[in-house]
């Protein structure tokens, strides 16, 4: 891959994604079909430095998601998931499998992968097995390689550096891998016909006779599940939720006003209703970022936190296109009406494993927890 020279490090990372962002937006109607890809916004992404960025600083990069609070790492997501959540889903996935490599690689490793962000890679992470079976990792006179498939991988055919867990006899517990692929290869789109998100390239990576060397594991078995950093890292995609439901409102708050239906005060109750939505799950957000860096809740209770952000922010994903929808009418299902790709990508996006448990088990611990209410997402003690 050829080196790309992105623009100085000490840019002010928020700039570069509202330009990935504006691009994107212009882009994402083009790409909403069952083979689209943003392959140019994602190359922007690389161009200024956003591939790049979530090095820690110990390593040279930028270290985004290191300052207070996870703030700008925060509204990074937030404002590349506004432009398209197609392209949120990539980059989150992208800024997750670098937070792996410098939690769990060691110093070679982390040498090596994080110099391949800087040259334009694109890395996910994919662990969804797929149905009849697993990825293994097996070893043999030939060395190491792989058996297998992994499903619903994002970005399949276009990430060059996939975290992948494998099954290995004996193992206590899945490895974590991260494997080179070819642009272009194993990958098969053809079950992914979903209503929203057509652009992630979404599909079944084959990495059956893949070779791998000993290099490739990252950390120990077990360690893509260890708590709380499994859990915790959610609140990443909410924020690139939190965009799609921003663009969502703002689709619906431009229709009122080139309807001119703004004087209808069922139209502006609504209108409000939506408005009190999206500020909550940026506050939610926000706490959960917060509680994430400082580091000081139990694991429990962080857990519990990170699932409540998830869940108020699809409930508030929820709340606006039910809103948005009754506002807008018919109109906003008419294919070419801006309402009408947002509201499917975002309600295909907000479709998360497991909310029933998540609530239940925050709920657990929130019972279990002594104290007042308000101090439950405060450090300190159980």
């Given amino acids: 891959m050829d080196q790309i020279t992105p623009v100085n490090l000490a840019y002010d990372a928020l700039a570069a994604a509202r330009e990935v962002a504006a691009s994107a937006r212009i882009n994402a109607d083009a790409q909403d079909r069952d083979d689209g890809f943003p392959a ?140 080179p692929l070819e642009a272009g290869t194993r990958a098969d789109l053809s079950d992914w016909r979903a209503h929203g998100m057509r652009a992630s390239a979404t599909g079944t990576v084959d990495f059956s006779d893949l070779p791998v060397t000993d290099d490739a594991i990252l950390g120990e078995p077990g360690d893509y599940h260890r708590q709380p950093v499994f859990s915790s890292g959610a609140w990443r995609f909410a924020a690139v939720q939190l965009g799609g439901i921003e663009a969502v409102f703002d689709a619906w708050r431009e229709h009122l006003t080139r309807h001119k239906r703004g004087g209808d005060p069922h139209q502006l109750a609504r209108l409000g209703e939506g408005a009190l939505a999206v500020e909550g799950a940026r506050n939610w957000i926000a706490r959960g970022a917060s509680a994430v860096a400082q580091g000081t809740l139990p694991p429990g209770r962080l857990i519990a936190c990170i699932n409540l952000v998830r869940l108020a922010v699809e409930r508030a994903g929820l709340d606006v296109l039910q ?54 997402w405060h450090g300190g003690g159980p």
């Fill in 323 to 376: 809103l948005a929808q009754r506002s807008v009418g018919l109109q906003g299902f008419l294919r070419g009406h801006p309402l009408e790709r947002l509201s499917r990508d975002l309600a295909t996006y907000l479709r998360q494993p497991a909310p029933d448990g998540a609530l239940v088990g925050a709920a657990e611990e929130i019972l279990a927890a002594g104290g007042m209410a308000g101090d439950l």
């Fill in 40 to 179: 140019s916004d994602v190359a922007d992404l690389a161009r200024l430095g956003l591939l790049a960025a979530p090095i820690p600083v110990r390593e040279g990069g930028a270290g985004l998601g290191e300052e207070p609070g996870g703030a700008k790492l925060a509204e990074v997501l937030r404002l590349v998931g506004y432009g398209s959540l197609a392209l949120g889903r990539l980059y989150e996935g992208h800024v997750n499998a670098l937070h792996l490599v410098a939690l769990y690689g060691d110093a070679g490793q982390r040498e090596r992968l994080f110099e391949d962000a800087r040259t334009g890679h694109l890395f996910g992470v994919w662990n969804t097995e797929k149905p009849g079976g697993g990825l293994v990792l097996e070893g043999g006179p030939g060395g190491l390689h792989l058996r297998g498939a992994k499903t619903f991988a994002s970005g399949a055919g276009h990430v060059t550096r996939a975290l992948v867990t494998a099954h290995r006899a004996n193992a206590d517990g899945p490895l974590m891998l991260v494997v």
